[in-house]
């Protein structure tokens, strides 16, 4: 009853999010003087736009753990807002979607801030932004900002796999090197598999587990006390990009065990990094490596906290034929402290091996004037046997329509593997978005 | 010293230098003259410039696509390495996207490119690719835009008509073009390149032109201001209108990471 009448309000919103949209995308239409919104936003000089969005996705196999065939299935609206004033530019960006899966209407702020450059040799940029830096295509080694896994495997716009920041971003720029300091008050987890929606190998179980067991967490939600910093120095030499990274704050997705709570938690975590990236022969080539020093296990010894790890990438890109691109990339992950953490390990506990090695390929071929993108990502880890498709055709009907589809397949010999963990949430979706 | 000659030199690039004493002399000049001074006239007027672009992209069925972009280009040297910096407006998908290139004139170094994706903050780094590919999906050709070296073809002046010395490129290295040959039309005045003709292969007919169909005064500068590509093959047309344009504004040091991230405001406007 309750989920009904969500659902209706949520339809009910959308459709007058639809109205507005489609009253507000006709802007060939001498339209200002009849849209009170546009009117009232273009008087005060804000940019307005934005699109509407619907996209279906399901389950390709029974997952015995969760309930609804349904992966994704929403009506989205973003609207996106942006206002230059003499003292710095003002964005607010969010999506209104109703969710057919979890049933709820949702309200998600993207970016919510201000941006100023005071001096010559500095920016800010303050409140709620999506951040990103490092070198790595879908692998992440530096870049401990927020992600969104879920939206990430049920087929959401790959804007989505960035979760936004509540942080303040400083920026120093000099002749010799860059400075970027990005701190962030309390601290952004990922938005991680929980068992909501998607399945997944539950750590305590031992087993596949879905929407009757799942995750709870033990949150950081001290203000100030429980906060992240990351910082950032970088410089080019000649078409060369190199950076150094350091970050302090905890792991992004449960990393770690409290028995007394019976919860998984976000232990703490330091990582420090380096990156370049530049051109080699015809391509771009990139290389990027971090120690993760997990602070609450530094002996290695406690199986309930995740152990330190070195993590190393190396990357190619290049066009191999006429708007055809194709790029590899080799990813390895080393457990520090291997000895101490197998000897640490419950009876009957799944191990994980010392390396893991992981590789990934993506192709991308322009067809139709560019309008037609065929993609295909996948990552392959020889050590733990599986595998993640991500095969994509995207069509661009006109300058305002686009259409997609695409799948989300997860492949592998082992249960608990890093991707074959996900292998009943397999699932193939459709979309449909209207540009303004 | 190395050159390339673009259309988007010739025609966006804010740049068209009036090397008016050599145009007025009576005697005619040799071609590799005339190219030299139509590739410096068109493409390394004054220290930088901007404009406003806007692309009309028609199919063989008439549907039409539009860009909005606005360009900054700063010279390194003149004749030499350029710097560019495209933000762009239209269509919604790729507002505020911003491409970055570095062009290097040696015909042994590939450009560099950056495209910076605002959504995910994300800078990407481009691989340099085939040069003869479409242009935001338009019938211009990247090469078109970003240049195509004056050594890839050997230069023969064909013609000089009261207004135009015809002047016949054919490239070097066959192989790597879709084209056999092509013409272009340069004034006499201005060493404007007014008309391109791309000749088949096999056929050896007419497959391909561009236009500069509107050519104006800005700032002492005769400049293009629309610009017609058409492909007969595929029946597709693009049309390039050229507004605001300015030259000589004095661009900062804009071609860097910290500018893809937030854009300077000339560009934005």
Redesign the interface.
Known sequence: MIATRRITAAVALLTAAFVLVAAAGQDEQPQEQTNPIREFLDRHEIEYHGFYEARVGARLLDDPYQSKDLTIGEGRYQFDLFSMRDWGDVKVKGDVYGDFVTEEAEFDLREANVFMRPTDSMDLKFGRQVLTWGTGDLIFINDVFPKDWVSFFIGRDTEYLKAPSDAVKVSLFSDTVNLDVVYTPEFDSDRYITGERLSFWHPRLMRRAGEDDELDISRRREFFEEDETAIRLYRNISSYELALYGYWGYWKSPAGFNPALTRAIFPELYVYGASIRGTLGKGIANAEAGYYDSVDDRSGDDPLVNNSEMRYLVGYTQEIARDFTAGVQYYVEQMLDYGDYEGSLFPGSKSRDEFRHLTSLRLTKLLMNQNLMLSLFTYYSPTDEDAYLRPMVNYKASDRLMYEVGANLFFGDERHTFFNQFHYDTNVYAGVRYSF | MFHKISILGLTVSLGLPLMGSAARAAETPDVQTIVNQANRAAYYQGDDGKAAVKMI?T?KQG?T??REFNILRKDVQDGGDQNYFVYFQ????V?RMVYLV?KHAGVDK?D?RWLYMP?????K??????K???F???DFLYEDVSGRSLELDTHELVETTDQYYVVKNTPKKPELVEFAYYNVHIDRKTFMPMKMEYFDKSSGKLFRTIESQKVEEIEGFPTVTRSVVTDLRTG?KTEMQFNDVDYNIGIGDIF???YLR?PP?EA?R
């Open positions: 992209i199919d549907n696509r539009e239209r269509p919604a998908d507002r570095r590939d560099d959504a995910l903050d994300l800078i780094r481009i691989a340099a690719g085939d003869r590919t479409s935001v999906g338009s597709g860097e990471e910290r937030r405001r934005m």
